[in-house]
């Protein structure tokens, strides 16, 4: 038996949310009207040609992007009102991203990387945690590397726990698999999938690659700044 979620239930829900970016004749309405609810522990891929949305829709789930108009709710927070400090705070102890170029700092080796999110969250014993992090993800020999001295999975999965290192509720992952080979993107969404489960993470990502789409409990379909299509969000009873 299944039944419908409100979006009360979801750790994600967008209601109705508008975004404009840009001036004058360069202006582009990027968001129209878009509602979406996601479930913790779920998966949701989110696809659709280039320029539809897809990752300005995961900056406003992070709350780098401001809306418009429309109610965010993130972790049962509404986020629309929220100074930048307080989202900022916000999304260092709920949200996890995981960009495509890694986005490490590389003077910094892979056990700080990990651990500045973790300082500047005023976590104890960051060093710690940032060991066991690393270690989870198959990097335990690697820590004192700086990221020139990685490959690009290696990369990948130091931004992988350091995203999870807080323990967040929500992960995001916008292309993590775009500038890896193929053999090395299918070890990084393994990684991905099974972590989520695991943790009961849920897992939102944007991807122009179908086969890791197909991975995802749900696939959101954008197009022109607007949901296209996106199944009912169920859940076993």
Known sequence: MTEALSATDAVIALADV????GQGA????????????????????????SGSGKSTLLMVIAGLERVDSGTVTIAGEVLNGKSEDEVAAFRGRNVGIVFQSFHLIPNMTALENVAV???????????????RELAAVGLKD???????????????????ARALAPQPPILIADEPTGNLDQATGRQIADLLFATAKDRDTTLVLVTHDAALAARCGRQIAMRSGRIEAVPALKVSA
């Open 117 to 131: 999110p973790l300082e500047l969250a005023g976590r104890k014993d960051p060093f710690g945690a940032a060991e």
């Open 18 to 21: 508008s975004l404009t970016l």
């Open 26 to 49: 360069s202006q582009v309405h990027v968001l129209k009207e878009v509602t979406l609810s996601v479930a913790r522990g779920e998966t949701a891929g989110i696809v659709g040609p």
């Open 142 to 160: 690697r820590m004192t590397h700086y990221p020139g001295a990685l490959s690009g999975g290696e990369q990948q999965r130091v931004a992988i």
